[in-house]
T-cell receptor
Framework: ETAVFQTPNYHVTQVGNEVSFNCKQTLGHDTMYWYKQDSKKLLKIMFSYNNKQLIVNETVPRRFSPQSSDKAHLNLRIKSVEPEDSAVYLC?????????????FGEGSKLTVL | GDSVTQTEGLVTLTEGLPVMLNCTYQTIYSNPFLFWYVQHLNESPRLLLKSFTDNKRTEHQGFHATLHKSSSSFHLQKSSAQLSDSALYYCALGGYKLTFGTGTSLLVDP
């Protein structure tokens, strides 16, 4: 049963455009994440928020910016997409930190940059 | 920093044969959490099993793994592979943050 909802699930755009992905979780978790899964299926953490506060900010290009209005929502904006941004962006949440607790992933948002 | 090594990128085997996917890790933490996540085609990853207890077998859905701190390993095993086990399997290490391995694709043939 899905409890982490992402929109859109697919997006095709051109280089230089802006893209936003939205994520909402209904599990009551305090911590949310954005992961990038590339074409080789490598999973990389991008950002982590705990109760609206940024706690993990990996080395990602500055064109990526997360936004959280409350602990149930975490959005991701990419301000001028590049071809290497083509990937699946996975939102996740956890009750405890991901280092000890289970991550619940959304269905993913697949971005294709032409 | 923390790291996770999954040596096999692809494992192919026949239905009914035993499964073993390797996972070793490096961390400075003396009490790490280890996880296996599974991702089926066109789905998102989900937790398969986890452990933080040394030398204790953890089981779920026919799969099992034992955390061995002496060898820094957390190999995933199953006695008899099924076609539905075909998926991508990630080993992950919980330290300051969660670190995923590169994943092992398991393909089970009839």
């Amino acid at each position: 049963e899905t409890a982490v909802f992402q929109t859109p699930n697919y997006h095709v755009t051109q280089v230089g455009n802006e893209v936003s992905f939205n994520c909402k979780q209904t599990l009551g978790h305090d911590t949310m994440y954005w992961y990038k899964q590339d074409s080789k299926k490598l999973l990389k953490i991008m950002f982590s928020y705990n109760n609206k506060q940024l706690i993990v900010n990996e080395t990602v290009p500055r064109r990526f910016s997360p936004q959280s209005s409350d602990k149930a929502h975490l959005n991701l904006r990419i301000k001028s997409v590049e071809p290497e941004d083509s990937a699946v962006y996975l939102c996740a949440s956890s009750l405890q930190g991901s280092n000890t607790g289970q991550l619940y992933f959304g269905e993913g948002s697949k971005l294709t940059v032409l | 920093g923390d790291s996770v090594t999954q040596t096999e990128g692809l494992v192919t085997l026949t239905e009914g044969l035993p499964v073993m996917l390797n996972c070793t890790y490096q961390t400075i933490y003396s009490n790490p959490f280890l996880f296996w996540y599974v991702q089926h085609l066109n789905e998102s990853p989900r937790l398969l099993l986890k452990s933080f207890t040394d030398n204790k077998r953890t089981e779920h859905q026919g799969f099992h793994a034992t955390l061995h701190k002496s060898s820094s390993s957390f190999h995933l095993q199953k006695s008899s592979a099924q076609l539905s086990d075909s998926a991508l399997y990630y080993c992950a290490l919980g330290g300051y943050k969660l670190t995923f391995g590169t994943g092992t694709s398991l393909l089970v043939d009839p």
